[in-house]
């Protein structure tokens, strides 16, 4: 089984429709990111949350919001979703207290908004 | 601030050939510096690591990057090349140990191995 592990994997949404991704892990890390990765853009930070009562925004997250529900789950939703936030979508996690700086990826949700 | 610059979003060898990858960074701290590679479909995974210890670092499936501090590169080389290294890598930078919540990702350099 993945260490992190992102549902769905696919989706297809209508725009102005509320949509939530969701994000589990069994590496037990505190650290939990969501990135978009658009083409020849890279990735970039949505929101990142260091523990439970954690959450920080990251440099695109308008028009996004998230919920850390326990240290091993992260959820991102689209409150209203717009043909724009088309894209690929990533969960991570990391544990620099444990001596790791390196960023553990889920394989991805592709969504679509139409 | 930081910043990443890969050159080249897309870069062809054929098999057997050496393969070179070049990514500049920008980092106003000593910084950390990352090798990642994305394979159809997954996740990106972590190629190598550059963590202020030894500036030649190698990591898996051959590949191996320097860094060059004089020259603010990290370019990642592997000396023959393999269909299966077909890929987009992305070199990345976080302000050191920061657990990855400042790690700035480049656009990315996709690879294409002729055969």
């Known amino acids: 089984d993945a260490d992190v592990t992102q549902t769905p994997r696919n989706r297809i949404t209508k725009t102005g429709k509320r949509i939530m991704l969701e994000c589990s892990q069994t590496?037990?890390?505190?650290?939990m990111y969501w990135y978009r990765q658009d083409p020849g853009l890279g990735l970039r930070l949505i929101y990142y949350?260091?523990?439970?009562?954690?959450?920080n925004k990251g440099e695109i997250s308008d028009g996004y919001s998230v919920s850390r529900q326990a240290q091993a789950k992260f959820s991102l939703s689209l409150e209203s979703a717009i043909p724009n936030q088309t894209a690929l979508y990533f969960c991570?996690?990391?544990?620099?207290?444990?001596?790791?700086?390196?960023?553990?990826f889920g394989q991805g949700t592709r969504l679509t908004v139409v | 601030a930081q910043s990443v610059t890969q050159l080249g979003s897309h870069v062809s060898v054929s098999e057997g050939a050496l393969v070179l990858l070049r990514c500049n960074y920008s980092?106003?701290?000593?910084?950390?510096l990352f090798w990642y590679v994305q394979y159809p479909n997954q996740g990106l995974q972590l190629l190598l690591k550059y963590t202020s210890a030894a500036t030649l670092v190698k990591g898996i499936n051959g590949f191996e990057a320097e860094f060059k501090k004089s020259e603010t590169s990290f370019h990642l080389t592997k000396p023959s090349a393999h269909m299966s290294d077909a890929a987009e890598y992305f070199c990345?930078?976080?302000?050191?140990?920061?657990?990855?919540?400042?790690?700035?990702f480049g656009a990315g350099t996709r690879l294409f191995v002729k055969a």
């Open positions: 590496k037990g890390h505190d650290r």
């Open positions: 949350s260091f523990d439970v009562k954690d959450i």
């Open positions: 990345a930078v976080s302000e050191g140990n920061t657990g990855g919540f400042k790690t700035i």
């Open positions: 991570a996690t990391s544990d620099p207290d444990r001596g790791g700086t390196e960023a553990f």
């Open positions: 980092s106003s701290v000593p910084p950390y």
